[in-house]
């Protein structure tokens, strides 16, 4: 079955820490997003991607990376630089620019 | 700028009764609109959308909405509610214009539905 797939689905990091969130998505779709969720805020956008080995910043970037090396996989790095990381981040893709929008099913982050 | 407003962040219904969720937006193209389910600790389902062609949207278990141009509303609606229909609900526009199709949520509604 086509998908995508977030991992871990809980992560705890030390204050300090960088961490990496996994995405892959076997849609063969162009653009991949991250978003963060946080409880009475909906969800915020963090980076997007429309096409392999180019991105752009959201609404917060600060604090966060991506990278875009393969079609399938579009990596989140929470950096130490970010001053409140713990949210449930989504990751998302689609076909295009127009066209709705797949979800995994989220990577719950606690800093400890 | 496009935005969109979810009228309520809490709405509670008896169990077989009528289930409306409000949605406004606000775009100064024409827009791409989604409702979005969520249930705890789960990504996001689609359960319609609207592109522009026909402006009654049916979608899954039994949902649909109706687009009005005139009212700039989106407003999500289901006959008859089940329990199974508890989750939080998002009303999303596309900004398919500049930032690359991100979409723009509203700050979502919690359905409760009592027996």
């Known amino acids: 079955d086509g998908g995508i797939t977030q991992s871990p689905k809980y992560l705890f990091r030390k204050e300090g820490q960088n961490v990496t969130l996994s995405c892959e998505q076997n849609l063969n779709h162009d653009a991949m997003y991250w978003y963060r969720q946080d409880p009475g805020q909906g969800l915020r956008l963090i980076y997007y991607?429309?096409?392999?080995?180019?991105?752009q910043k959201g609404d917060i970037a600060e604090g966060y990376s991506v990278s875009r090396e393969k079609k399938e996989s579009f990596p989140l790095t929470v950096t130490s630089a970010q001053k409140n990381p713990t949210a449930f981040y989504l990751c998302?893709?689609?076909?295009?620019?127009?066209?709705?929008?797949?979800f995994g099913q989220g990577t719950r982050l606690t800093v400890v | 700028a496009q935005s969109v407003t979810q009228l309520g962040s809490h709405v509670s219904v008896s169990e077989g009764a009528l289930v409306l969720l409000r949605c406004n937006y606000s775009?100064?193209?024409?827009?791409?609109l989604f409702w979005y389910v969520q249930y705890p600790n789960q990504g996001l389902q689609l359960l319609l959308k609207?592109?522009?062609?026909?402006?009654l949207v049916k979608g899954i278990n039994g949902f649909e909405a109706e687009f009005k141009k005139s009212e700039t509303s989106f407003h999500l609606t289901k006959p008859s509610a089940h329990m199974s229909d508890a989750a939080e609900y998002f009303c999303a526009v596309s900004d398919y214009y500049n930032q690359g199709g991100k979409l723009i949520f509203g700050q979502g509604t919690e359905l409760s539905v009592k027996p």
């Open positions: 775009s100064s193209v024409p827009p791409y």
């Open positions: 998302a893709s689609s076909i295009d620019r127009t066209t709705e929008a797949f």
């Open positions: 991607s429309q096409i392999v080995n180019d991105f």
């Open positions: 609207y592109t522009s062609a026909a402006t």
